[in-house]
């Protein structure tokens, strides 16, 4: 994919954002895009304002510390049919992804089976939807750790089901990620390292969620890199 913002007035965001503890980004657009195919298939209606974001008062901002309390999967509704058109949130992204129409199962035209995928992270091609997982960029139990412990649930089912966070991959990719930040795993293909360190900090900043300054410092000099690779 090709990026065509400019990298340095991205940069120049983040270093704001990492030195300033009152910068925040807002902008949200969860489950702002879908799959209608009573009106013209998969599409985006633009940009929507989460108001999930703004309720919580317990959102820190990114110089605020983690809070910790026990992380269970259960309390991040995930994979939810948020248009009520028995598309869940894994067939949305499948269908988003696929470079080739989609198949779904038994023709119902809900559960996917088959298309054609590149996954980013590792540049192989799939065609069985079973052999990919719906990667959460930035991990819930690193979202959890990193600020969404005290999120209410509605927050959570939001996060857990924001497209901008959610990338269909190789499901042994998937795994290898698991929880780690980009200081612990980053995507064998390096051609998008800069991509998904930007849709990494991105996702964060949206969230206002918590960065160790071992992760900014890392994030901003790889992203100084990308910058230099196109000039």
Request: net charge positive; hydrophobic share 30%.
């Amino acid at each position: 994919m090709i990026l065509i913002f400019n990298r340095s007035l991205f940069i120049a965001i983040v270093c704001f954002i990492a030195f300033s503890s009152s910068a925040h980004s807002g902008r949200t657009n969860s489950e702002g895009c879908h799959n209608d195919r009573k009106n013209g298939g998969y599409h985006c209606h633009g940009a929507k304002t989460n108001s999930y974001t703004n309720k919580s008062t317990s959102v820190i901002t990114s110089t605020s510390p983690p809070v910790r309390t026990g992380y269970n999967r259960k309390d991040w509704p995930h994979w939810v049919d948020a248009d009520s058109d028995c598309q869940d949130t894994r067939a949305e992204i499948l269908i988003r992804d696929s470079r080739a129409p989609v198949k779904f199962k038994r023709n119902k035209g809900c559960n996917v089976s088959w298309g054609e995928w590149l996954d980013p992270y590792t540049l192989q091609v799939f065609t069985k939807a079973s052999d990919l997982d719906i990667d959460h960029i930035v991990p819930l139990a690193h979202a959890h750790e990193t600020g969404a412990a005290n999120w209410t649930r509605e927050q959570k089912r939001a996060f857990a089901n924001d497209f901008e966070n959610l990338l269909a991959v190789e499901d042994n990719a998937n795994q290898a990620k698991g929880t780690k930040s980009p200081l612990e795993w980053m995507p064998d293909n390096k051609a998008f390292h800069c991509e998904y360190l930007e849709k990494w900090s991105s996702i964060k900043n949206k969230y206002h969620l918590y960065s160790s300054e071992n992760e900014r410092k890392y994030i901003l000099l790889k992203l100084k890199g990308c910058d230099l690779k196109i000039r």
